[in-house]
């Protein structure tokens, strides 16, 4: 079984020179390209797997981010060929009117590209606004990714150097710096609340990627029960019980999260979790449950990112 991991599906935006993405067209032929080589996994077969330890066999689709990209380009696609997906929604951006940080690093990257960006954080970031031994981040992080160095390190700097304390400030400067107000960026970014409720009653696997998109292992147990109970609880307000009983960690990998984090899904009933390692899905894993792999979609053909 094959878990593939996907964030934005969308089509050119020239303001917009530098962001990468997944081309909408790419998407479909990369689902032909699936379907003749693997086949899919149905939604009751990936359940059974979770649950007997049994890796079913061909693909799972997994959409990380809660973006409207999802609902306007890989909702329709999936209801038209009879397929579905597991869509991981933070539920910050409902709290708060503006842009997750993560987002707000694309959306900078996007406008900026990453040298003017770098230079940028070279100018605000002072030596004791970051995490000390951090480097280490920088040999394991985005390794998959298509990326310019400078973008690599620029995406590395914020979300794994800067101390948690700083990064919101920092980036709340730059994003006013760019782009002025969030609010309506934000308003166009992510999901409406009608849109994951049509999807959920759609057949579509609507679950938890946690409230901020932070680095769950950056916190304490107490504050990583709250980003994960908080998210599930939101979802549940909306889908009810067609909510799926899913977790997937923000920004994934072994450095994501810790034993902590594990226990908590453990302990609150969490059916299954995903990470970002590039494999398949063997029974151990699903013995394990909570580090379920997934391959990158731009490691198979068709997924070359596109560029403005």
């Avoid at 910050?92 to 993560?102: C, T």
């Avoid at 990627?209 to 950056?218: A, D, P, V």
Wanted: glycine share 8%; proline share 4%; with cysteine.
């Amino acid at each position: 079984m094959l878990g593939i991991m996907y964030h934005y599906v969308r089509k050119s935006e020239p303001d917009l020179p530098s962001f990468r993405y997944l081309h909408a067209d790419d998407f479909a032929r990369q689902l032909d390209f699936f379907q003749e080589r693997y086949g899919f996994v149905d939604r009751e077969a990936f359940h059974r797997s979770v649950r007997t330890g049994e890796p079913a066999k061909g693909v799972v689709l997994t959409f990380d981010d809660g973006l409207v990209d999802h609902y306007s380009y890989v909702y329709p696609l999936l209801k038209e060929r009879g397929l579905w997906g597991l869509f991981y929604v933070p539920s910050g951006p409902y709290r708060r009117g503006a842009l997750l940080d993560v987002h707000r690093v694309h959306m900078l990257l996007g406008h900026l590209g990453g040298d003017a960006l770098l230079e940028k954080l070279h100018e605000r970031i002072e030596p004791h606004m970051l995490i000390e031994g951090s480097e280490k981040f920088g040999s394991t992080t985005y390794l998959s990714q298509q990326n310019d160095q400078a973008t690599t390190h620029a995406k590395q700097l914020i979300n794994y150097y800067v101390r948690p304390a700083f990064k919101e400030a920092l980036l709340a400067d730059l994003m006013e710096s760019v782009f002025g107000s969030e609010t309506d960026l934000a308003a166009r970014f992510y999901l409406t609340h009608a849109q994951i409720r049509e999807m959920a009653e759609g057949g579509m696997g609507i679950g938890s990627h946690g409230q901020s998109h932070t680095l769950l292992s950056h916190l304490d147990a107490a504050a990583q029960r709250e980003e994960i109970t908080e998210s599930f609880a939101f979802l549940r307000s909306l889908c009810g019980d067609a909510t799926e009983n899913s977790f997937c960690y923000p920004y994934g990998g072994d450095q994501a999260f810790n034993r902590d984090t594990v226990a908590i899904l453990k302990d609150l009933g969490v059916s299954c979790a995903f990470s970002v390692e590039p494999r398949s899905i063997d029974v151990a894993d699903l013995n394990e449950k909570y580090r379920l792999p997934r391959y990158d979609c731009n490691m198979f053909e068709h997924g070359t990112a596109s560029l403005g």
